[in-house]
């Protein structure tokens, strides 16, 4: 069973910056891939970035703003949110790939972009 700790996440004014991480219960050499979702109010979860061994992808959404990096010593991902905008606010929920299994989730974490 792979557990996943967020935090980070709350409520900041547009324009405005936040850092989420996720800690893993498992080594993250062991995964495949980690990355990002987020769901807002009403709308479909939606992948934000994600990180493999060799490569990093990103939502057109949050290119050149959002920068997904994995700290392997801490079996840790993170996710630096830089000119956050209203569009950012849901809730960011943190996953990892192992092998072929369905991914496992984090709990959630809220962030909350004010105007």
């Known amino acids: 069973q792979v557990q996943l700790v967020e935090s980070g996440g709350g409520l900041v004014q547009a324009g405005g910056s936040l850092r989420l991480s996720c800690a893993a219960s498992?080594?993250?050499?062991?995964?495949?891939?980690m990355g990002w979702y987020r769901q807002a109010p009403g709308k479909q979860r939606e992948l934000v970035a994600f990180v493999t061994s060799d490569s990093t992808k990103y939502a057109n959404s949050v290119k050149g703003r959002f920068t997904i990096s994995r700290d392997n010593a801490k079996n840790t991902v993170y996710l630096q949110m830089n000119s956050l905008n209203p569009e950012d606010t849901a809730v960011y929920y943190c996953?990892?790939?192992?092998?072929?299994?369905?991914?496992?989730w984090g709990q959630g974490t809220q962030v909350t972009v004010s105007t």
């Open positions: 996953y990892v790939v192992l092998g072929r299994s369905p991914p496992y």
């Open positions: 498992i080594s993250i050499f062991s995964i495949n891939a």
